[in-house]
Nanobody, 118 residues
Framework: QVQLVESGGGLVQPGGSLRLSCTAS????????IGWFRQAPGKEREGISC????????YYADSVKGRFTISRDNAKHTVYLQMNSLKPEDTAIYYC???????????WGQGTQVTVSS
């Protein structure tokens, strides 16, 4: 069964950091691009970062560029999202999927809640 499980969210003060994990089971992680997405209350889901499998490139939305870093550890079947200098507007449920394009995702896991608040 193909599955991705997100973890690592929590409550953090503005300016703080969190590291999210996306752990895969049922498929070979390095065969896929892995994207991180988020959905804030009342807003549409947006793609924020992606680790491409074909060319090793990383992509970031302008809203997180310079603050978030995506990395993967294929041996641990995990993709990470290091989030620094967090802002209240980063508050959302964060999801990962085996694609860089949310329209191509066949489904979504439970995600992990990130709340940035003082």
């Amino acid at each position: 069964q193909v599955q991705l499980v997100e973890s690592g969210g929590g409550l953090v003060q503005p300016g703080g950091s969190l590291r999210l994990s996306c752990t895969a089971s049922g498929f070979t992680l390095d065969d896929y691009a892995i994207g991180w997405f988020r959905q804030a209350p009342g807003k549409e889901r947006e793609g924020i970062s992606c680790s491409a499998n074909s060319n090793g490139k990383e992509y970031y939305a302008d809203s997180v560029k310079g603050r978030f870093t995506i990395s993967r550890d294929n041996a641990k079947h995990t993709v990470y999202l290091q989030m620094n200098s967090l802002k209240p507007e980063d508050t959302a449920i964060y999801y990962c999927a085996p694609t860089c394009n949310s329209d191509d995702a066949s489904g979504w896991g439970q995600g992990t809640q990130v709340t940035v608040s003082s």
